[in-house]
């Protein structure tokens, strides 16, 4: 142990003798002395920890530094060393943002080339052509997924997997894996203008891009007037589409009302939705589906539109971007603002914009929901509501939850109600 004192004293006595041959002087003096030092006590550590290892255990003194400060820096360094890389996006970021609409460029996968080649075996001097076949490409589907709601998870180009080459002794290459896109239920797939597909039940597929066939092989060439062809063919490309996608929202029931009429308010009160409330209107600018909950685990989807304006049909406002999405709706919800004067003639205009966006769309089963009864003003044009419109009217306040059972009970036989005409034509219904 005191030729080991006496070894550490020489070393920092000479200790500016070391450090121009190791660094350098490019360094600022305090920072170099800092490494150098961290350098030397490395150095001098793992000396002293071997030295401490190979005495007897009666002459080892006990341990008063901790090794892990002798090796100091070595974790950091490498921690420099990684490059930070770009984060992907969460699934909850990429849901922030309704997207109903897409443009979309698929390419399915290039075949692979044949391969020209001869069998070479010992003793045998004509073995032949063995020069096997390209994999075909690998196609692009799009496949419906009932987990996704948006078509703002899809991107804007996909290209399918190709083909491998073909190889020696007649071995086929390997075709290219298929390429699924998951889209929400209710896709259109249009091209050109044209509907080529509707994408509106789970587990539907349209194959968007087809993949390219696998070239040929000279084996492929063999015939008896040509007994060692050395002709190969490549592999083909795969098919190249450009595809609008238009998502249409599809649920059982789908309320409409002119703006701040209280849907967005109606469906948090009956559902987990949360979509965004205030006093002002168009503060719903993407449709909300939530989903009310019955017993025997049977389940109602509720979409809330977002709030129609007269001339929507004309596509005033964003009309035809809202008006899309009640077209698979099967039955319909009017909301109306019962604060209003003369509320009937808000079902009058919504009935009016379905009729002229749609034909036959405001005929659909339907109910009529006045909502705001907690306001006094309201009470009083609730029985001219009925007068003027000849029906039963659901009065209710989306706010105190007023009346909410009788909405509830309301919507169950709606809801029976299709299940058994989508029944009687053969038809499996919506579940969600």
């Not at 003798?17 to 490019?26: D, E, Q, S, V």
């Not at 339907?366 to 909502?371: D, G, L, Q, S």
Request: charged share 20%.
């Amino acid at each position: 142990m005191a030729a080991a004192c006496e070894f550490r004293v020489k070393l920092f006595r000479n200790l500016p003798k070391y450090l121009p041959n190791t660094y350098g002087w490019a360094m600022s003096p305090a920072r170099l002395f800092s490494a150098r030092l961290r350098t030397v006590f490395e150095d001098v550590g793992h000396w002293a920890l071997s030295t401490w290892a190979g005495l007897k255990p009666s002459r080892r003194l006990p341990q008063q530094a901790s090794p892990r400060l002798l090796s100091v820096g070595r974790a950091d360094h490498a921690k420099r060393q990684e490059l930070p890389g770009k984060k992907p996006l969460s699934e909850k970021k990429l849901k922030r943002y309704f997207v109903d609409c897409r443009r979309v460029l698929v390419c399915g996968g290039n075949g692979g080339a044949g391969a020209s080649c001869f069998h070479s075996e010992p003793r045998k001097e004509f073995g032949g052509p063995d020069g096997g076949d390209g994999g075909n490409g690998g196609h692009v589907i799009l496949r419906v997924d009932q987990q996704v709601k948006s078509l703002s998870s899809v991107l804007s180009r996909y290209q399918g997997f190709s083909g491998e080459d073909g190889g020696s002794k007649n071995c086929f290459g390997r075709s290219g894996a298929v390429l699924y896109v998951q889209v929400p239920m209710g896709t259109l797939v249009k091209e050109g203008g044209r509907v080529v597909a509707d994408l509106s039940r789970v587990g539907d597929e349209y194959i968007a891009a087809l993949g390219g066939a696998g070239g040929k092989g000279n084996r492929f060439f063999l015939a008896n007037d040509n007994r060692a062809p050395v002709t190969c063919t490549p592999g083909q490309p795969g098919q190249q589409r450009v595809l609008h996608l238009e998502l249409k929202t599809v649920a059982h029931a789908g309320m409409v009302g002119f703006p701040n009429a209280g849907k967005s308010s109606l469906l948090r009160a009956i559902s987990n939705a949360r979509p965004a409330v205030a006093s002002y209107p168009f503060t719903t600018l993407k449709p909300h589906v939530g989903i009310v909950h019955y017993e025997g685990h049977q389940q109602i989807a509720v979409a809330d539109i977002p709030g129609i304006i007269r001339g929507a049909h004309q596509n005033r406002g964003l009309g035809s971007a809202f008006l899309r999405h009640i077209e698979r709706c099967r039955f319909l919800l009017f909301v109306v603002d019962l604060s209003q004067p003369e509320p009937w003639t808000q079902v009058d205009d919504l009935k009016y914009e379905l009729e002229m966006y749609e034909e036959g769309l405001s005929e659909r089963p339907h109910a009529i929901i006045a909502n705001k009864i907690d306001l006094p003003e309201a009470r009083a044009n609730l029985s001219q509501l009925r007068d003027h419109l000849g029906r039963e009217v659901i009065a209710l306040s989306a706010l105190t939850g007023e009346n909410l059972e009788q909405l509830l009970l309301h919507l169950k036989v709606l809801h029976d109600a299709y299940v058994e005409a989508e029944l009687g034509k053969g038809r499996q219904p919506l579940r969600w």
